[in-house]
Nanobody, 125 residues
Framework: VQLQASGGGLVQAGGSLRLSCVYP????????MGWFRQAPGKEREFLAA????????YYADSVKGRFTVSRDNAKTTVYLQVNNLKPEDTASYHC???????????????????WGQGTLVTVSS
């Protein structure tokens, strides 16, 4: 099972993007989902998480107020709206699924079982 992230690209500082992550099965509708990013030479960084129903969300302090996570279970898709982008936001952005039914939100990569290949976001100054 693989998640497919898309929506990345080259954007100027201050710009916005909407990242999407499609999961292949409706069974994932009962999994909490998360977004992470990884820049070259750095560890994978937690960004945001959303509960299976979309009711609960949690953000890393570094992106709170700029990034918004949402999901549309009918479309089996999770979104990450990224606004006011900065050069330090340049990274590969990955979505992940918990794999535990109705599981709680997690902020570490080890809390997720399924991963996507990532979509590259490049922010120019």
């Amino acid at each position: 099972v693989q998640l497919q992230a898309s929506g990345g690209g080259l954007v100027q500082a201050g710009g916005s993007l909407r990242l999407s992550c499609v999961y292949p099965k409706r069974t994932f509708n009962i999994y909490a989902m998360g977004w992470f990013r990884q820049a070259p030479g750095k560890e994978r960084e937690f960004l945001a998480a959303i509960s299976w129903s979309g009711t609960y969300t949690y953000y890393a302090d570094s992106v709170k107020g700029r990034f918004t996570v949402s999901r549309d279970n009918a479309k089996t898709t999770v979104y990450l709206q990224v606004n006011n982008l900065k050069p330090e936001d340049t990274a590969s952005y990955h979505c992940a699924a918990r794999g535990e039914r109705f599981g709680e939100l997690k902020i570490t990569p080890g809390g997720y079982y399924y991963w996507g290949q990532g979509t590259l976001v490049t922010v120019s100054s």
